[in-house]
């Protein structure tokens, strides 16, 4: 994780919101998309929000999520380069 992240079910999120989006939404999503990946049961998630900025994490090391699927959402509204 970077250090300007956080788990959402360190706040609370996974029952009230996190878990309903992904049995009631998401997998039939992932179903569709990817059905040899097992995108029709999805059993968990971790899901957490993450800020970047230009001189914040500059040294972000190479890594891979290991999951079936990943969903990015960008919930920023202004862009550059």
């Not at 040899?36 to 040294?59: C, E, I, P």
Request: proline fraction near 2%; hydrophobic fraction near 35%.
């Amino acid at each position: 994780m970077n250090n300007y992240g956080i788990l959402l079910n360190e706040l609370g999120f996974d029952e009230g919101l996190i878990n309903p989006l992904r049995a009631n939404y998401l997998q039939d999503i992932a179903r569709l998309l990817f059905p040899d990946w097992g995108g029709g049961h999805l059993d968990s998630q971790r899901a957490f929000t993450v800020t970047y900025r230009m001189q914040q994490d500059k040294n972000l090391d190479y890594h891979f999520d290991d999951s079936e699927v990943t969903l990015n959402v960008c919930l920023g509204k202004q862009f550059e380069e």
